[in-house]
């Protein structure tokens, strides 16, 4: 489970947000958005404001509550499912990339004002002088994002920062020159050119979905996420609607339509002549430089999110050693910005991104109306959305209305990037990912109370990935070969079987998780090494294997929740000296008191692998169908030599036994392993004495009450330090009351079980 520093502040956020939506608001639109609208254009700015503050609440709820990377793709992925999750995350990722080849181009652009260079000829091909700068300009912020989030947010706070203080001041000179009859007519080409305008200004709200993507680098995301969510649609929409309002009152509007160059730096040569002209100059080159640097940084977490999804590679999760950032999705997002820049003109396809952003932006509102209606227990947003259901209602609506006002042709390439991204759906991720959606989850959980059509709609968008899931928790170098032998084998029984390895790395209380990732090399130096070898290992096997290093104070404890997390089936744990947790059980005294199993374990007390005379002590119920498994598979994989056996302290039972043994193994495909019927008083003296014959002794845990545990003696697992063998310790995934948890009665053995046998389970 690769994670992410948390290096962003709340300035470091706000700055992402305000950054990215004022290179275009400001230095790009105001003479286009002007000659559509005229001055009543501040309006269509104030009604992007509001529309964006719709969606802007919806994300800092979805946010707080699941606070990953990836922002709005994770949100309608994790609410709506992989399909939905296909369309926001490819559309959102492209969109990026085609917007920050979009200001590369315009700060090549600017600098060209500044330092006029010829065009280049290579092979044939001619590289503009504006191209030759934006490469430049991409190839430094795809740097600076490889590096880390913290260099991305220190720059970012030292060019917002500063193109602030410059518009504060244009903004000043503009209010002592203006005059206010300038503004007349206000809508010069009628009221009903206001939503045209907005739609047209629309691009320029982009920027505050990006703190979301960025959100699981972020500090206190619960109180930073919404203020800087909120606040940078507030900030920028505040500016836009003044400095709208400011300019069209210095210079009249055909003049602000039609200037040649941009209008605010003709502007800024009426108030404040040369000087106000490179200061312009100088913020039109911050503003497309900020806005570029946050759109990679963006982008390439969408990539990240969905490399961790399965939507695409998972090689794209790799976070980098030392930098501790997806550096493999910023190379290929950075790759995709170089080459958008190449080709040129990318205004139309940037102007298309917007499309998809409202799109993505209409799927995220109401991915917060199904998080909210199926109930999740596990849905616990720090900050909620006012006035539900209304707002988020709104929200998709005026996303979804405001598309109508875009150009044909953005509209049609977008609707080919949303039919793309199902095909890539059905084509690759609907075979890769195993997560359904929470919609989807909840409509198939009822689906006698559902229409047919929509059970029918859902079956249809299910994810095809049945992936069987062995995690191995690996920490000692020596076992790691037997442990992962064990996993593959097991990996190997069931058709697309993996094999997740994840070492777990306990980082000292002292030292904050957010800053363990960038040095766990130094916490624990055989990581890399170690995982190196199961991968090899499993590969070997002919078991597809994933890779993983957490990051946990605990490192026992985190192992249940990482089964949990990688949706494990099974996990194969090496017998440590907490290996078996509470007396007779895998989990520890706390888990075993306040919770259940999420999926089978385990447990192999390595004394040497070799499977080819297996003892299995069973007495039938649930507990035992683990042990099963493992003893079937060590026969299928192995040859092994399966024995069964099973205790009873009264002779008269031995014959109801032996045919209770016998229906049992048949039941679990082990009709022909040879049955034993033993008595005796102590069912770990029956296995003790038959164990010499055997090379490994498979155990199921013990299914008696915590009590009954602690104040007697553990039956079956006291034979572990009895024999020579190696062991393998096998539970059930469950779910018992509180009750059974102190008191037992989980699970139904042969019919007369002693009190001996049931800890063999």
């Given at each position: ?41 501040a309006l269509s700015f104030v009604i992007g404001g509001v529309i964006s503050l719709f969606t802007a609440m919806s994300a800092s709820e979805l946010g707080t509550a699941m606070p990953m990377a990836g922002g709005s793709y994770y949100y309608v992925n994790h609410a709506l499912g992989p399909l939905f999750g296909s369309i926001a995350g490819l559309g959102n990722w492209m969109g990026l990339a085609f917007a920050s080849a979009f200001y590369a181009l315009g700060f090549g652009s600017y600098v060209v004002g500044f330092l006029p260079v010829p065009d280049l000829h290579v092979a044939g091909l001619t590289f503009t002088d504006d191209q030759l700068f934006a490469l430049l300009a991409g190839a430094f912020f795809v740097g600076v994002n490889y ?615």
């Amino acid at each position: 489970m690769n994670e992410l520093a948390k290096d962003l502040g709340l300035l470091e956020a706000l700055t992402i947000g305000v950054g990215t939506m004022i290179g275009a608001g400001i230095f790009v639109l105001p003479g286009p958005a002007t000659e559509v609208a005229g001055p009543i254009v501040a309006l269509s700015f104030v009604i992007g404001g509001v529309i964006s503050l719709f969606t802007a609440m919806s994300a800092s709820e979805l946010g707080t509550a699941m606070p990953m990377a990836g922002g709005s793709y994770y949100y309608v992925n994790h609410a709506l499912g992989p399909l939905f999750g296909s369309i926001a995350g490819l559309g959102n990722w492209m969109g990026l990339a085609f917007a920050s080849a979009f200001y590369a181009l315009g700060f090549g652009s600017y600098v060209v004002g500044f330092l006029p260079v010829p065009d280049l000829h290579v092979a044939g091909l001619t590289f503009t002088d504006d191209q030759l700068f934006a490469l430049l300009a991409g190839a430094f912020f795809v740097g600076v994002n490889y590096v880390g989030a913290k260099e991305t947010g220190k720059l970012q706070n030292v060019i917002v920062l500063t193109l602030l203080g410059i518009l504060a001041v244009f903004m000043a000179a503009c209010t002592w020159n203006a005059d206010a009859a300038t503004l007349t007519p206000l809508a010069p080409k009628g009221w009903d050119a206001v939503l045209p305008a907005t739609a047209l200004v629309f691009v320029s709200f982009l920027g505050f979905a990006k703190i979301t993507t960025v959100a699981e680098e972020m500090k206190d995301p619960g109180r930073n996420l919404p203020l800087a969510i909120i606040g940078s649609v507030l900030i920028v929409t505040v500016l836009y609607a003044v400095i709208m309002l400011l300019v069209n009152a210095v210079l009249p509007w055909q003049e602000v339509a039609s200037v040649e160059g941009i209008a605010v730096v003709e502007v800024a040569r009426l108030v404040l002549g040369p000087v106000g002209v490179v200061a312009l100059t100088v913020g039109g080159l911050l503003a497309t430089a900020s806005s570029a640097n946050a759109s990679i940084l963006a982008s390439s977490r969408i990539n990240f999110a969905m490399g961790r999804d399965k939507l695409v590679s998972d090689w794209l999760n790799a976070i980098h050693e030392r930098y501790a950032t997806p550096h493999r999705s910023i190379a290929l997002t950075g790759g995709l910005i170089l080459l958008f820049i190449l080709v040129g003109d990318v205004k139309t396809l940037a102007k298309a991104g917007s499309v998809l952003h409202l799109i993505v932006y209409g799927l995220l509102n109401l991915a917060l109306v199904v998080m909210r209606e199926a109930d999740v227990p596990e849905y616990q947003p720090e900050y909620t959305v006012p006035f539900y259901p209304v707002v988020p209602l709104l929200g998709a609506i005026a996303s979804f209305g405001l598309i109508a006002f875009m150009n044909g042709i953005e509209i049609l390439l977008s609707l080919l990037f949303v039919a793309a991204a199902v095909v890539w759906f059905y084509v690759y991720v609907r075979g890769q990912t195993e997560k359904q959606g929470v919609f989807g989850d909840y409509i198939l959980r009822r689906t006698e109370e559902m229409p047919d059509s929509a059970v029918r709609a859902a079956e249809a968008v299910q994810p095809d990935a049945s992936h069987y899931r062995v995690m191995v928790p690996l920490a000692n170098p020596e076992h790691e070969t037997n442990l992962i032998t064990l996993a593959s084998s097991l990996a190997r029984q069931h058709e697309n079987g993996v094999v997740v390895a994840v070492h777990i790395v306990e980082v000292p209380y002292q030292v904050p998780l957010e800053a363990g990732m960038r040095h766990v090399d130094e916490l624990d130096a055989e990581s890399k090494d170690l995982l190196a070898a199961a991968r090899a290992d499993a590969e070997t096997l002919g078991v597809d294997v994933e890779t993983h290093t957490i990051l946990a104070r605990d490192a026992y404890s985190e192992i249940f929740d990482a089964a949990k997390a990688q949706k494990a089936d099974v996990v194969v744990l090496g017998w440590g000296p907490d290996a078996h947790g509470s007396p007779g059980r895998v989990e520890s005294f706390a888990g075993d008191l306040l919770g259940s199993l999420a999926c089978d374990f385990v447990v192999f007390r390595d004394r040497g692998f070799d499977p080819s005379r297996v003892l299995v002590p069973t007495r039938g119920g649930a507990g035992s169908e683990v042990s099963a498994d493992v003893a079937r598979m060590l026969r299928d994989e192995f040859g092994a030599e399966v024995t069964l056996l099973n205790v009873t302290d009264d002779p008269d039972d031995r014959a109801v036994r032996e045919k209770q043994l016998a229906s049992w193994a048949e039941a679990h495909g082990l009709d022909e392993a040879p049955r034993i019927v033993a008595v005796a008083d102590h069912v770990d003296d029956a296995i003790a004495a038959r164990a010499p014959d055997h090379t490994l002794l498979i155990l199921g845990a013990s299914e008696e009450g915590l009590l009954a545990r602690l104040t007697g003696d553990l039956g079956a697992l006291d034979v572990v330090e009895k024999v020579d063998c190696s062991v393998i310790l096998t539970e059930t995934a469950y779910e018992r009351s509180f009750m059974d948890r102190v008191f037992g009665g989980h699970g139904e053995g042969f019919a007369g079980t002693s009190r001996a046998d049931e800890a063999a389970s």
